[in-house]
């Protein structure tokens, strides 16, 4: 069964920096989706980021990049000049292509804070 | 923009209560989810369904059951309330395959006294 960590439980940021959140998988699939979820106070889970498995480029969003090393199984996200509305709880998933249903496995997640 | 609505945000139920948690998705999604979060145990898999009147457990099915009548509704019914059913909800939708994650809803912290 495949399975998500998240080693950081929790992370500090200084405003306008950069913070990188880090994550591991273990599968033994070779085709797969892996994302990068954001859940502020709010509590709604916003989707950060996607990347496809058979992809070598590195997926982009604005200020969201990821590192992800296929042979390593790592997916770390990266957070460019950090802005307050930042701070969240962040969680990494991990979806098969296998089956019909394609649930996600998520990590425990990691509590980002941004200072000012 | 997909909505997936839960019908509550904040509920308080006595022991030995039967709970509904309703759940509906706008985007004629086949799979919907509902996921419990507790802090530092992340998010847990109570059940899913692929299809209307299909169900399947998940990781902590225990003490909880579903019903999906309808394609856009979900709901999760806790049998007889306990107070370690106390926590929050979080109900998703998504398409049957592909790169497309989750949608998620806004949560219920149930609170069982």
């Known amino acids: 069964a495949q399975t998500v960590t998240q080693s950081q439980p929790e992370m500090s940021v200084q405003e306008a920096e950069t913070v990188t959140l880090s994550c591991t998988y273990d599968t033994s699939e070779s085709d797969y989706y892996l994302f990068w979820y954001k859940q502020p106070p709010s509590r709604q889970m916003i989707l950060v980021i996607r990347q496809e498995a058979y992809k070598q480029q590195n997926a982009t969003e604005n200020r969201f990049s990821v590192n992800f090393q296929k042979a390593a199984k790592s997916f770390s996200l990266k957070i460019s000049d950090s802005q307050l509305g930042d701070a969240a709880m962040y969680f990494c998933?991990?979806?098969?292509?296998?089956?019909?249903?394609?649930?996600?496995?998520f990590g425990k997640g990691t509590k980002l804070s941004v200072k000012p | 923009d997909v909505k997936v609505t839960q019908s509550s945000r904040y509920l308080v139920k006595r022991t030995g209560e039967k709970v509904f948690l309703e759940c509906v998705q706008d985007m004629d999604h086949e799979n919907m989810f509902w996921y419990r979060q507790d802090p530092g145990l992340g998010l847990r898999l109570i059940y899913f369904s692929y299809d209307v009147k299909m169900k399947e457990k998940g990781d902590i099915p225990e003490g909880y059951s579903v019903s999906r009548e309808k394609k856009e509704r979900f709901s999760l019914i806790l049998e007889s309330a306990s107070t370690n059913q106390t926590s929050m909800y979080l109900c998703a939708s998504s398409l049957l395959q592909g790169f497309h994650g989750y949608t998620f809803g806004s949560g219920t912290r149930l609170t069982v006294v």
């Open positions: 998933a991990y979806r098969t292509l296998r089956g019909s249903q394609g649930n996600l496995i």
